[in-house]
């Protein structure tokens, strides 16, 4: 097996996004004792790109790259850095159960990715942090909030 890459990376990411997202969300409604959170569809996750299928999902999953600072050598090692981000958006609804939504979405998200990069990023140094909310519109003018998490990798 060649190299662990930032590609490896960020496929091993979406994986463990697809896999324990749902599962994570159906827990804090559970914990919270509601169903304020909808369920995540594993088709809903993309990758540096929103396009017209969004409207399809609510929420769905975006995964996209801020910044990917130059390979470096320091002796015998080679080391990659990475920048992500990963929001989970769904549909804008101006009603009392926004801010929960904000705040559960925000949680499941840094949680999933906090609770399994262990298991899969070994050898692989991440540094979680939350974003602020902010509002995305799709190209149907559909408004969106988005919550999520920036992740920094180094990689030898």
Known sequence: MGRY???NFLSDLQAVIVSNLD???SALNTE???S???SFDSNAIFI???YGTVANYDPFV???IEDMPLDSAIGGAHITGLKLNVLICFCQNNDSDRYKRIFRYQRAIYEVIEEKYNNIFRGVKVKLSNL???ALASENAQIFDAVGVGLEITMN
């Open 62 to 64: 975006l995964i996209y």
């Open 23 to 25: 599962a994570k969300i």
């Open 32 to 34: 919270k004792g509601d």
């Open 132 to 134: 602020t909310p902010v």
């Open 36 to 38: 304020v959170l909808s």
């Open 48 to 50: 540096q790109e929103i």
């Open 5 to 7: 890459d930032n590609e």
